[in-house]
C-alpha cells in the first residue's frame, strides 16, 4: 500500500495550528528565508570511528531500560560538539530531529504500508545547559522529547495538509505561511546509517528528506535510467 491519503487520512483535520514538538513557526516565509533554508545551508558528513562506536553502543546498552536508543546516544553527542564550536553570543542552540512514523503504537499506520511518514521534531534548549550536559543527559531528553507520539503526529499532519489544502505554497511546492526556525544555532541531524538511501543512487547521495504529504510535481519526478 503506498498512498498519499493512507497519511493524511490520520490527521486531525481540525488542526489549526502545528503542535510544539514540531518547531513550525507561523509567518510569511520570506525569499531571506528561503535562501537560508535551501541554500546558505553547510552540510557535513560524520563519520564515526569503530572505537567510537562501541562506546557510543555501550552508553546506548547502558542506558536501554529508558528506551534510549544508539541514535539518541549519537544525537547527544552531535548536539554538545555543536553547542562547543558556536560563539559566545548564541545562547540558544537548536536542533533537528527526524523520526519516522510508522511504528508509532497506536497511531493507526497500516502494516503494510510503504512509503515516507517522517516527522519533524525540534529542540530547542541554552546552549549553557546544553555545554553542562553529560552525553547521557542530553540523550535521555532527547528521547523523551522527541519521541513521536500519536497525538502530535495527527495534530502535524493535519496542520500541515489544510496549509497544501488552502494553497498556501508556492510553485515549487512550499509551504509559504510556515517555516521551521532557522538561525546560526540551529542543526539539523538526519541518520541515513540504516537506510536504504545509502545503498540507492540517483547520481549522488540523498541529502534531504521531505514530509509525506508533499505533492510530487514533474519537475521532482525521478525516471529511471535505461
Known amino acids: 500500500m503506498f498512498s498519499r491519503e493512507v497519511v493524511t487520512a490520520l490527521g486531525d483535520p481540525q488542526a489549526s495550528t502545528p503542535s510544539e514538538k514540531s518547531g513550525l513557526q507561523m509567518g510569511q516565509l520570506t525569499p531571506a528565508m528561503l535562501y537560508d533554508l535551501f541554500f546558505d545551508v553547510r552540510y557535513a558528513t560524520v563519520n564515526v570511528s569503530s572505537e567510537q562506536h562501541i562506546l557510543l553502543k555501550s552508553i546506548a546498552a547502558e542506558m536501554n531500560g529508558a528506551g534510549v536508543s544508539l541514535n539518541d546516544v549519537l544525537h547527544g553527542l552531535l548536539l554538545k560538539t555543536f553547542a562547543t564550536v558556536?560563539?559566545?553570543?548564541?545562547?540558544?542552540?537548536?536542533?533537528?530531529?527526524?523520526?519516522?512514523?510508522?511504528?508509532?503504537?497506536?497511531?493507526?499506520?497500516?502494516?503494510?504500508?510503504?512509503?515516507?511518514?517522517?516527522?519533524?521534531?525540534?529542540?530547542?534548549?541554552?546552549?549553557?545547559?546544553?555545554?553542562?550536559?553529560?552525553?547521557?543527559?542530553?540523550?535521555?531528553?532527547?528521547?523523551?522529547?522527541?519521541?513521536?507520539?500519536?497525538?502530535?503526529?495527527?495534530?502535524?499532519?493535519?496542520?500541515?495538509?489544510?496549509?497544501?489544502?488552502?494553497?498556501?505554497?508556492?510553485?515549487?511546492?512550499?509551504?509559504?505561511?510556515?517555516?521551521?526556525?532557522?538561525?546560526?544555532?540551529?542543526?539539523?541531524?538526519?541518520?541515513?546509517?540504516?537506510?536504504?538511501?545509502?545503498?540507492?543512487?540517483?547520481?549522488?547521495?540523498?541529502?534531504?528528506?521531505d514530509l509525506a504529504i508533499n505533492e510530487t510535481t514533474e519537475n521532482d519526478q525521478w525516471q529511471p535510467s535505461d
Not at 560563539?87 to 540558544?92: D, G
Not at 511504528?103 to 525540534?122: A, D, Q
Not at 515549487?172 to 505561511?177: C, E, I, K, S
Open 86 to 209: 558556536l560563539p559566545e553570543s548564541q545562547a540558544v542552540v537548536t536542533i533537528d530531529m527526524v523520526y519516522d512514523i510508522r511504528h508509532v503504537k497506536s497511531f493507526g499506520m497500516p502494516e503494510n504500508y510503504c512509503g515516507n511518514t517522517i516527522l519533524h521534531r525540534w529542540l530547542e534548549l541554552p546552549r549553557a545547559q546544553v555545554l553542562a550536559a553529560s552525553c547521557r543527559e542530553l540523550a535521555a531528553h532527547i528521547r523523551a522529547y522527541g519521541k513521536s507520539d500519536p497525538e502530535s503526529a495527527r495534530q502535524d499532519i493535519g496542520f500541515l495538509q489544510g496549509e497544501y489544502i488552502s494553497g498556501r505554497l508556492n510553485e515549487a511546492g512550499v509551504l509559504t505561511h510556515v517555516h521551521p526556525p532557522l538561525g546560526a544555532g540551529s542543526i539539523i541531524i538526519n541518520n541515513l546509517s540504516a537506510s536504504p538511501n545509502t545503498k540507492v543512487t540517483f547520481g549522488g547521495m540523498a541529502l534531504w528528506t
